[in-house]
């Protein structure tokens, strides 16, 4: 069973920082498109940020040139800098997988309030 766990949530307040970390067991996340997404109350989940397994990176526009989507061969990061109070959300770590299922851990709490 692939389990995918993030990390790194909390409250901060507007104009500062985070970094959101997503792990994958086993070695799945090395051969593995990776993505984060943000759903709040009453939303869908919406795409943030997206990374190939080649490192090909995508954004929404609502978070370009604030936010930086990485990798390394265990760990996939989302660093989220000059945070607003609509970052708020929960935030998902999709990993798609080589052999085409996803899979998405439970998600953290990003509070961004004064």
């Known amino acids: 069973q692939v389990e995918v766990m993030e990390s790194g949530g909390g409250l901060v307040q507007p104009g500062e920082s985070l970094r959101l970390s997503c792990r994958v067991s086993?070695?799945?996340?090395?051969?593995?498109?990776m993505a984060w997404y943000r759903q709040t109350p009453g939303n869908e989940r919406e795409l943030v940020s997206s990374?190939?397994?080649?490192?090909t990176t995508n954004y929404a526009d609502s978070v370009k040139g604030r936010f930086t989507i990485s990798r390394d061969p265990y760990l996939v990061y989302l660093q989220m800098n000059s945070l607003e109070p609509g970052d708020t959300a929960v935030y998902y770590c999709?990993?798609?997988?080589?052999?085409?299922?996803?899979?998405w851990g439970k998600g953290v709490l990003v509070t961004v309030s004064s």
């Open positions: 990374i190939s397994a080649e490192g």
């Open positions: 086993g070695s799945v996340i090395r051969f593995s498109n």
């Open positions: 999709r990993c798609n997988a080589r052999w085409g299922v996803d899979y």
